[in-house]
Every structure is written in C-alpha cells, then in structure tokens.
C-alpha cells in the first residue's frame, strides 16, 4: 500500500491513496462482524448490521462503476450477504476493485453518473461511506475503530461542503452537539448527524 501520509503535502491527495487507506481500516471492521450480530441496530437507525454491510457493499460495488465513467442503480441494495459463507471475503476483494478503478487514469476527472456530479466529489462520497460506516459497524458490534487521520483531514472541507445536498437527500441528520474537546473526526460524525459518543450497545 502506497503510504497515503506521503502526499499529505499535496493540495488534493489522490482518491485512490485515500480510498486505499480507508479500506485497510474497514476490512477488518467488516471482516469481524460475527454472523449473530447481522440483526443488531447500528447508528444509522434505518439500519440492521446486516442492512448496512450490504449498503456499504453496494456502495463499493456501485462507485467501481462511477470510476469508469458507467452508471450505478441505488433504488434497491441487494442482499450481498444472503446465504454466502465467504460474504466477508466479497467484502475484502470488491474494496480492492474499488481503490483500482479509482486508481485508473482520468477516474477523478471531468463528471460522472447519473447528475453528472464531478468524478471526484464522487470519489469523496465513497471515502465518506467507507470512513463513516466502517465506525457505526464497529459500533454497533463491539470492534475497536481508528480512522485513518489523513482521510479525516481530506474528507472534512468535503463534508462541509455537501452537507446541505447531504440533508435534502436525507443522507445526514441534523448536526450532532460536538464535545468541546471533540477530535476531528467526531466532528465530521457530528456533521453527518451522528452522536460522535454513543453509548456502548
């Protein structure tokens, strides 16, 4: 993995190398879901654990196809899990699909999908999703969670910047209350709608 702390001194840090460093914190997150957790809540309230590993899959499946400039369908998420033993090994070689797609020449340029978003807002969108889900699953079983501080630091101004879109579309909530001593990255979680110190399920 190229180390991503190596272009922090780059205005805009490659949507690969970003995704590439939250993938590794997600995997493992994804990977120690134990199948009699898949019906417990998670942070998002519309979702089971279950519900939100298959929507984080569909994401990385989905913006593998934003990448090459295709289109995705996000009106239905399927059932990725199902009865699939090795669901967790999807999990693990559709991340790496993603970094690749992202990692192809011209996959952070010009617009793509369906509003015609530029391409890198939508490399954003999926770091958001690869960040942010990867802590409510770790919280709502029980896994330890540290995110990447470079990806948290790329994705902020981001998340500021969509988050009005984000709210009209009902992808984030209402602003959280942050603690005063709150770090970065529960800042972000607070923009997005999250409680940044949930209880312990």
Known sequence: MRDVRSVVGMSEPRISDLLEAASVRAVPVVRGVADERLGDPTPCAEYSVREL?????????????????????????PDYIGDDP????????????????????????GTAGQLGLPARTLGQMALLDLLVHAWDLAVATGQDFEPDPVVVAALEPAVARMAPMAREWKAFGDPAPVPADASPFERLLATTGRDPRPAAP
Not at 53 to 77: C, E, I, P, R, W
Not at 86 to 109: H, I, N, Q, S
């Open 53 to 77: 590993v298959n929507h984080l899959t569909h994401v990385v499946v989905g913006f593998q196809a934003y990448a090459a400039k295709g289109q995705a369908d996000f009106s239905t998420t």
């Open 86 to 109: 090795d669901w967790r090994a999807r999990f693990t070689a559709e991340a790496r699909k993603l970094v690749d797609a992202w990692a192809a020449p011209g996959a952070d340029e």
